[in-house]
């Protein structure tokens, strides 16, 4: 495949979007970035166009591929992301990460592209009926969000039907860690995910660190995750990208490690990286969080061959690495 070839990535001056504009770069691909900077940094992306406009602006979505008509593919990170604030606001999330898709999909079919590769999560199939997860689960989700995603799929599948669209959501776990040169990282303000909590806590900048929950049927009573490292979730896109152009039809392909951590395994990793013992209070539930979650990623081992080389070590070394050096996020960049 000729890597003249343009790679646009909405959202790729968010978390995942941007060490996958690293990934892309390192592997020779030129990129295009376009992020309305709502909640990414300028800063996250180095060497490579940022073109800064709203997908819910159909026509500044259609000037970037006028502009670029060299456009090979599209991978596609631009989205709200909070699961809470999704079921206190569904039409926020409703408009953004349906009517956002739709514009770019149109823009799309407008300009001839039809390669896209899309970020989706496991939230789609909300709490599991079987474990590992296949992507055969049944969709279930269990807040705005995760339908927000699921609705976005099944757009994506009519313009398959319709305009001949390849598409592949990659449904993602739970993603972490940090790029290894501690030079990105996840910068998202106000932090809800566990790990981003726990730095903040070690940082100083939150008096106290809870974990939700410690009487869930776990082998130690917290809720038990799969997490992925960022750079893992970059290489999966770039294969996904590459399997569509070699002719790959439409699929979904779950990406996660296959094995599930609790939250204290998650906490005591710390404590060994970060070389302190800190102390830990247990808050109440969340309402909505599952049990228990992990991937069974065989199908994109096979069909991608990909694999996910890094573990909860690295992914808490790397995550130190960034906070401990940026506490303040890319404002220290
Ligand atoms: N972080 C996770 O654990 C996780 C898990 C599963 C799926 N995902 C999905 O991965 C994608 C990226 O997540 P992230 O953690 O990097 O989030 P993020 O908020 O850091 O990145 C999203 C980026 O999209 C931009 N954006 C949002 N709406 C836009 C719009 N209308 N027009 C242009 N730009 C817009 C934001 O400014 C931001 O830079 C999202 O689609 C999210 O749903 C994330």
Redesign the pocket.
């Known amino acids: 495949m000729s890597l003249s070839r343009t790679i646009l990535v909405?959202?790729g001056?968010?978390?995942?979007?941007s060490h996958t504009v690293r990934e892309l770069q390192r592997q020779g691909y030129p990129v295009v970035v376009?992020?309305?900077?709502?909640?990414?940094h300028r800063a996250a992306v180095r060497d490579a166009p940022v073109i800064v406009?709203?997908?819910?602006d159909p026509e500044a979505i259609q000037a970037v591929f006028r502009a670029y008509p060299d456009i090979a593919g599209v991978i596609h990170?631009?989205?709200?992301?909070e699961v809470g604030e999704s079921m206190e606001q569904p039409g926020k999330y409703f408009r953004?990460n349906i009517q956002?898709c739709v514009n770019l999909l149109e823009a799309m079919v407008a300009a001839g592209v039809r390669y896209l590769v899309f970020?989706?999560?496991?939230?789609v199939y909300g709490t599991p009926q079987r474990l590992p997860v296949s992507e055969d689960e049944p969709y279930k989700p269990e807040s705005v969000y995760g339908a927000s995603?699921r609705m976005a799929e099944e757009v994506m599948a009519w313009y398959d039907r319709t305009k001949g669209i390849r598409f592949t959501p990659l449904r993602?776990f739970?993603?972490a860690g940090a790029s290894f040169d501690g030079a990105i990282g996840d910068a998202?303000k106000p932090a809800s995910?566990l790990i981003p909590r726990l730095m903040e806590y070690l940082l100083g900048q939150r008096e106290e660190f809870f974990i939700n929950g410690n009487d869930y049927p776990t082998p130690d009573g917290t809720c038990i995750r799969d997490y992925i490292h960022v750079d893992d979730l970059a290489t999966a896109h770039i294969a996904a990208l590459e399997y569509l152009w070699a002719g790959g039809e439409s699929m979904a392909f779950n990406l996660g490690t296959g094995r599930g951590a609790s939250n204290l395994e998650v906490v005591n990793m710390v404590r060994e990286v970060v070389g302190r013992d800190f102390e830990v209070k247990f808050g109440p539930r969340r309402p909505g969080d599952a049990t228990q979650i992990w991937a069974d990623n065989t199908r994109a081992r096979r069909v991608l061959g990909w694999e996910p080389r890094y573990g909860l070590r690295e992914i808490i070394e790397t995550d130190w690495l960034w906070h401990s050096t940026h506490p303040h996020g890319f404002e220290d960049a």
Do not use: E, Q
Request: aromatic share 16%; charged share 15%.
């Open positions: 909405t959202g001056c968010g978390y995942i979007g376009f992020d309305n900077l709502v909640k990414g406009g709203d997908l819910l990170f631009a989205a709200y992301i953004n956002g970020s989706s999560t496991c939230a995603k993602y739970n993603a998202y995910r």
